[in-house]
């Protein structure tokens, strides 16, 4: 099972990034997919995911509005769309999957199985 994610860079406050995260050796379908962050001096935290049985998608209250989680299963790649970044946005994303957690623990980081290395994304003031 592998994760990658890509996308991570160095932007402008106010500006948007969009970050991918290709997986294999899974069934991408039936799997819950999330991105998670850790910033500078911070715990990893939950940013968004998409829940495996009906596709809908959840929002840390930090990102709502700004960011949009997408899951194209054809490509077996989960995207985050990350716009009006601000510099406390900085932190290494990383994307997650999995095919058993419930709803109710979709924001915890114990309930993923899998875990990709991470990107960097830098947001200057």
């Known amino acids: 099972v592998q994760l990658q994610a890509s996308g991570g860079g160095l932007v402008q406050a106010g500006g948007s990034l969009r970050l991918s995260c290709a997986t294999s050796?899974?069934?991408?379908?039936?799997?819950?997919m999330a991105w998670f962050r850790q910033g500078p001096g911070r715990e990893r935290e939950f940013v968004a995911a998409?829940?495996?049985?009906?596709?809908?998608?959840y929002y840390a209250d930090s990102v709502k509005g700004r960011f949009t989680i997408a899951k194209d299963n054809a490509e077996n790649t989960v995207f985050l769309q990350m716009n009006s970044l601000t510099p406390e946005d900085t932190a290494v994303y990383y994307c997650?999957?999995?095919?058993?957690?419930?709803?109710?623990?979709?924001?915890?980081?114990?309930?993923?199985?899998?875990w990709g290395p991470g990107t960097l994304v830098t947001v200057s003031s």
């Open positions: 998409v829940f495996r049985s009906t596709g809908r998608p």
């Open positions: 050796g899974r069934t991408f379908r039936s799997d819950t």
């Open positions: 997650a999957a999995s095919g058993r957690l419930i709803l109710s623990s979709i924001a915890s980081q114990s309930a993923y199985e899998y």
